[in-house]
T-cell receptor, first 116, second 111 residues
Framework: GAGVSQSPSNKVTEKGKDVELRCDPI?????LYWYRQRLGQGLEFLIY????????KSGLPSDRFSAERTGESVSTLTIQRTQQEDSAVYLC??????????????FGDGTRLSIL | KQEVTQIPAALSVPEGENLVLNCSFT??????LQWFRQDPGKGLTSLLL?????REQTSGRLNASLDKSSGRSTLYIAASQPGDSATYLC??????????FGPGTRLSVLP
């Protein structure tokens, strides 16, 4: 079956523009995570969705960042009024319910975002 | 708040050597610990997941151990190959928190 799919794979935009990143999780995976990875650095947690529960937004760095997910399907991460420090690879991961048998996360290849 | 560290930051070994990568975490109340590899320009590939009740997991040439009392996990790679060259990350999943990742160990296996 298909893995986690992210689009676009690369995005170059001017400072101040809004961008929307998309993640298609593995079918049947109820948990979905967004992470940011700056060049040469580790992964920063951004937001977590679990089924129809309220998302955990504790990792979002500012109110310019938001994410949505409809049910257990596609998620979009939106960055408004982009800044140069937003340049990074944005990774999405999905898993079965985190509390049901220690399910591993499966990652997409990420979206490489460059802000000029 | 959980903090995860990994040493060494980088490692270069000749092909065929056995090697150990280290992961340390500050909060031992973990639900599980997962090891990943990341190839340049790619996402993360899950290698092994150790549940809190387990002490080790094995997959092929890989063996991961977990010692919650000391806050440590190790990833052992036997008979390393050039194809093992990648960055290896560990991540802890704590109760009530999300996954916390270490900074990774960049491994180069020289032919």
């Amino acid at each position: 079956g298909a893995g986690v799919s992210q689009s676009p794979s690369n995005k170059v935009t001017e400072k101040g523009k809004d961008v929307e990143l998309r993640c298609d999780p593995i079918s049947g995976h109820t948990a979905l995570y967004w992470y940011r990875q700056r060049l040469g650095q580790g992964l920063e947690f951004l937001i977590y969705f679990q089924g129809n529960s309220a998302p955990d937004k504790s990792g979002l760095p500012s109110d310019r960042f938001s994410a949505e997910r409809t049910g257990e399907s596609v998620s979009t991460l939106t960055i408004q009024r982009t800044q140069q420090e937003d340049s990074a690879v944005y990774l999405c991961a999905s898993s079965l319910r985190w509390d049901s048998g220690n399910q591993p996360q499966h990652f997409g290849d990420g979206t490489r975002l460059s802000i000029l | 708040k959980q903090e995860v560290t990994q040493i060494p930051a980088a490692l270069s070994v000749p092909e065929g050597e056995n090697l150990v990568l280290n992961c340390s975490f500050t909060d031992s109340a973990i639900y599980n610990l997962q090891w990943f590899r990341q190839d340049p320009g790619k996402g993360l590939t899950s290698l092994l997941l150790i549940q809190s009740s387990q002490r080790e997991q094995t997959s092929g040439r890989l063996n991961a151990s977990l010692d919650k009392s000391s806050g440590r996990s190790t990833l052992y790679i036997a008979a390393s190959q050039p194809g093992d060259s990648a960055t290896y990350l560990c991540a802890s999943n704590n109760y009530g928190q999300n996954f916390v990742f270490g900074p990774g160990t960049r491994l180069s296996v020289l032919p």
